[in-house]
């Protein structure tokens, strides 16, 4: 089988790529081992983060600190087996997180996040699935008037970059969401964002566009990748593919491939967790609503409302650790009428990230024809449809929508 191009791995990013290049008139193979949207893209808040300029960073005040190293918190949790593999990447991680690195990083963020939402709305229409999708932006909530005033102050560093919110004192966030606890001090509604209530659902509508437009979608080991003369190989179930050009958007998994290549990329990832629940009684959830003191949140889909977690510091591969989820969902049961859990066991993923917190998207430094897209951390599905645009626009020869060298794999 021959291809112009072929992708790997079909999460958001995948799906996303493949779709462009299938766009602009290129015959595309995307193989993934397991099928569209099936692995980090399936468990997530389903939100395009409009307002996420500055990517998350790791604390730096010794209060904050401190809690997190006694390792009881919801929003973050480690495995003390997993320091000494990923020592070096929580440096880094931490050194970029300091303020005046990370001004200078939301500086090149933004040049991605201002456009996430318009390139997610224009596949969305393509691909016909509005009915996926909630318009009404989302909700941080605080439960002091402390932490609630000192973050009104910071958001207001965010109009610069075209960011729009409304503030919420407690009459305000109960007005907009009548069914939560009532002693709480108040929110920020952030307005700009969108959600989808199917995560997987949106990338199989992706995916579905892609393949009405004449793409393969193949089941297949990503790491049969072989350099083969003037192009590329790949393994799948159907038989062997051939391809000019090649794409590795395998998430989490991309160094399983790289390093077999020769690159050594500053990769980690932040596992999390999800579950499912009915509504207690007439109860409703308007939007997605982030605990910000307690650190999880709670977003309506169309299996329930889930529950996720934050960031689990763990290596990829190891057993499954679900103590955030069980701290949390006591909390969250008191903030929202939660009913019976609608999962059999906890979801969980692996988020794959960088120390400077931003994607490595672009050609591979030592590989014609090879392209990089992977790294996108907590904003997969915010950056999946403009990683899209922007790897196709690359491997067609066109000019970037976006100056791509703050994204290259050569910056480390």
Not at 52 to 79: E, K, M, Q, S, W
Not at 190 to 199: D, E, K, L, S
């Amino acid at each position: 089988m021959k291809f112009d191009v072929v992708v790997l791995g079909a999460g958001i990013v995948g799906v996303s790529i493949a779709l462009h290049l299938q766009k602009r008139g290129r015959a595309v193979a995307l193989v993934d081992r397991r099928g569209a949207g099936a692995e980090t893209s399936f468990g997530n808040a389903g939100l395009i983060q409009r307002e996420a300029v500055y990517p998350y960073g790791f604390p730096h005040d010794f209060g904050a600190l401190a809690r997190y190293a006694r390792n009881r918190t919801i929003d973050a949790h480690y495995h003390l087996s997993a320091l000494p593999t990923i020592a070096p990447f929580l440096w880094k991680y931490w050194w970029n997180s300091g303020t005046r690195r990370h001004e200078q990083i939301a500086r090149h963020y933004a040049k991605l996040i201002e456009l996430c939402v318009d390139e997610h709305e224009a596949l969305i229409a393509e691909a016909g699935t509005g009915d996926l999708i909630r318009r009404n932006g989302w909700i941080k909530i605080y439960r002091t008037t402390k932490e609630r005033d000192k973050a009104f102050a910071e958001a207001e560093r965010l109009k610069e970059f075209g960011v729009t919110y409304r503030t919420l004192d407690a009459t305000d966030l109960e007005r907009e969401e009548p069914h939560l606890a009532t002693a709480l001090a108040g929110g920020i509604h952030w307005t700009q964002p969108i959600a989808t209530r199917n995560p997987q659902g949106l990338v199989r509508s992706y995916l579905a566009l892609f393949e009405k437009l004449g793409g393969r979608s193949l089941q297949g080991d990503a790491r049969t990748l072989n350099a083969d003369g003037s192009g590329w190989s790949v393994h799948a179930a159907e038989g062997p593919i051939e391809a000019a050009a090649a794409v590795i958007a395998l998430g989490p998994w991309a160094d399983v491939v790289t390093k077999g290549l020769g690159y050594d990329l500053p990769l980690a990832v932040k596992r999390g967790y999800h579950m499912h629940y009915r509504a207690g009684g007439n109860s409703q959830l308007n939007h997605a609503v982030l605990d910000a003191e307690r650190g999880y949140m709670l977003t309506p889909m169309e299996r329930g409302i889930r529950l996720t977690t934050g960031a689990e510091f763990a290596l990829r591969d190891a057993p499954r650790t679900p103590v955030q989820l069980a701290r949390a969902e006591p909390i969250a049961r008191d903030l929202f009428p939660l009913a019976e859990r609608l999962d059999a066991e906890a979801w969980m993923g692996a988020r794959p990230c960088t120390p400077d917190m931003m994607p490595i998207i672009g050609p591979a430094p030592r590989h014609t024809n090879l392209w990089f897209a992977f790294g996108h951390a907590h904003h997969g599905m915010t950056l999946g449809a403009l990683t899209g645009r922007l790897i196709a626009e690359m491997v067609t020869g066109e000019n970037p929508t976006v100056d791509m060298r703050p994204y290259r794999a050569d910056r480390f």
